[in-house]
Structures are given as structure tokens and as C-alpha cells.
């Protein structure tokens, strides 16, 4: 039996890669220290026998006994609200832990994924964005922790890779939504689905001309796992190229959940908020045969089920 460790594994996207690997017939043992990752995601798989969690921060050295095929770094904050209020954290779980998970996969002879992000293109000049484009940080900006954090994660994945010929895998991740996301996760996803099940308005910053590409969940994880089982090294861009507005998504939020909730148009924030984010998934589609199939209505009916539920708001 193949056996997996998942930094990061009481998250969003944590816990839904865990529940794949587990159905791909792998062991997973997740590793959060449940700062941003909640144990209720994981809750379901108490009675799993093939599933063990540790409580650990992966800034601390620690280690893993038995036999490791695969370690998956997705241990970071990974919404604005969290690495604004944790900038050192976030830089420091960047930097040392991915050492320190790097480190276990070479001591464990086991291949590395790391999960990067669009992030690291920071507020684009080309578009759509693709696996070739150097990015438009700015990194002295309040935003910089993150996109930095990652920037140095991917940098570190690559002279592992040549210095010791570890198996890795660098993703890119761009816009993921769907059930499990934090409600005060201050995305814009959560955010407009709370405020509209809620009948607040809808909050839009500047004209709501920005664009973003939203991948559910499923379908992100589908490319995760395929990225892990293929010979690429990447890095590889993994999100929708469905491109729509932030004012275009907030209309989509509205009909999907029948809301009467307005619009609340506030002035754009003086962080350095990307005025575009479009992957360009040629790369996936060609070596991963991968693509998106979850459709918009039916990844957002999913989702907003799941608020409800967490909500206590009747259908």
C-alpha cells in the first residue's frame, strides 16, 4: 500500500486530497498544525485505519517513521486575511518547512509535491499566464510574504531536484472554491456566498472589473493527483481558464442562491490585489490530459449546500 504525507492535510484543499488518496488506495497521514486548517475537515475519517493525523508544525523538524512514497507540501495560509495577520508565519512555513518536508522526502527516498500558487505571477503583464512567465511581484508589498514564500518554495523544490535528484512536482494553483472553505476565509468566494445567505450585501471593490478563474475543488485536486503520478517535474498551471469578473461572480453568487442581497461597491484595497488572474492550461491538457469539467452551477449548488449546513440557513 502506497503511503502518502500531507503537510497541511486539515485544510481545504488538504483534506479533499487526503480523501482522494485514500480512495486511490493510499495511507495518508496528515500533518497541521491547525492554525488556518480545521480539524472538523477531517472528522469524517477518525475510523479510517488508513488515515493518521499529527499535530505539528512543520517549521520544527520531525520525522515519520515507516516507509513515505510521496510528500505533499500544502502547509501554508493561503488566504490574504491569514498571511496579513500572519506574514512571519507564512514566510517562515515557506522557507523552513518546506526544508524541513524536503529534507523527510530525501531521508525517505519519496517523491515531493508542491503545491505553489498563481501567486507567484503577482499582478500579471501577460495574460492568460503561463508556466514561462517570470511574474510582476512586488516585494516589498503587504502581499509579498506570500508570493515570496512561494517564490523561494519552488526555488528550494529545484535544487533539491538537482543537487540530490529528488522526484518533484511543482503546481500552480490558481482560484479554487468549494465545500470546506473557511467562512470568514476572506476570499472572495466564502465571502460573497456568507453575505448572500445572510441577505448583507455583496461586497465589490472598485468597478468589479477584475478577473478571476474559479476551479472547483474536485477538479483541482484531479489535477494534483495526476501531476503526482506523472514523470513531469513542472512547475504546472492547474486551474480554470474560464475567465469572469468579480462583478460577473457576484451575479453568479446571487442567482444560485436566490438571494435579494445588493451590491456594495467599496474602493479597491492599496495592496497590490492582481487586476487579472487567467491560467493558460495548455501544459496539463497536453501531458496530464487534464482540464476542468466541473461546471459553475453545479460547482456552486455543491458549495453553497455546504454553507447552509455550516450556516444553520434552511434551503
Known amino acids: 500500500m502506497p503511503r502518502a504525507i500531507v503537510a497541511g492535510g486539515a485544510g481545504f484543499l488538504g483534506s479533499h486530497l487526503s480523501d482522494r488518496l485514500l480512495a486511490e488506495g493510499y495511507s495518508v497521514v496528515a500533518v497541521d498544525n491547525l492554525v488556518t486548517g480545521d480539524i472538523a ?76 500558487t498563481s501567486e507567484i505571477y503577482g499582478d500579471p503583464l501577460v ?26 518554495s519552488e526555488a528550494a523544490t529545484f535544487a533539491y531536484h538537482r543537487k540530490f535528484g529528488l522526484d518533484t512536482k511543482v503546481i500552480r494553483i490558481f482560484n479554487t472554491y468549494g465545500p470546506r472553505m473557511r467562512i470568514k476565509d476572506g476570499r472572495v468566494v466564502p465571502t460573497f456566498i456568507a453575505q448572500a445567505l445572510q441577505g448583507e450585501p455583496l461586497t465589490v471593490f472598485g ?25 513531469l517535474t513542472g512547475p504546472v498551471n492547474i486551474g480554470n481558464p474560464s475567465e469572469r469578473t468579480i462583478l460577473q461572480f457576484a451575479q453568479n453568487i446571487l442567482e444560485a442562491t436566490g438571494s435579494s442581497s445588493k451590491i456594495d461597491y467599496q474602493p479597491l484595497p492599496t495592496a497590490d490585489d492582481p487586476k487579472q488572474r487567467n491560467p493558460d492550461i495548455t501544459l496539463a491538457r497536453a501531458k496530464l490530459s487534464w482540464e476542468p469539467r466541473v461546471a459553475i452551477e453545479e460547482g456552486l449548488r455543491e458549495t453553497i449546500a455546504d454553507f447552509r449546513t455550516r450556516l444553520n440557513i434552511p434551503a
Not at 59 to 66: A, E, I, L, N
Not at 134 to 148: F, K, L
Open 207 to 231: 468597478n468589479g472589473q477584475q478577473t478571476r478563474s474559479f476551479c472547483y475543488v474536485s477538479d483541482l485536486v484531479d489535477g494534483i493527483f495526476k501531476l503526482a503520478e506523472s514523470d
Open 41 to 116: 475537515n477531517i472528522e469524517h475519517l477518525s475510523d479510517e485505519p488508513r488515515f493518521e493525523f499529527i499535530s505539528q508544525d512543520v517549521t520544527k523538524p520531525f520525522s515519520v517513521s515507516g516507509d513515505v512514497d510521496i510528500v505533499y507540501n500544502l502547509a501554508s495560509p493561503a488566504s490574504p486575511v491569514d498571511y496579513l495577520e500572519l506574514p512571519l508565519e507564512t514566510m517562515l512555513v515557506g522557507s523552513i518547512g518546506t526544508h524541513n518536508l524536503l529534507d523527510l522526502a530525501v531521508a525517505k527516498n519519496a517523491r515531493f509535491f508542491m503545491a505553489s
Open 127 to 152: 495574460h492568460p499566464q503561463t508556466e514561462s512567465y517570470w511574474g510582476n511581484v512586488n516585494t516589498i508589498g503587504t502581499r509579498s510574504v506570500y508570493d515570496e514564500a512561494k517564490r523561494y
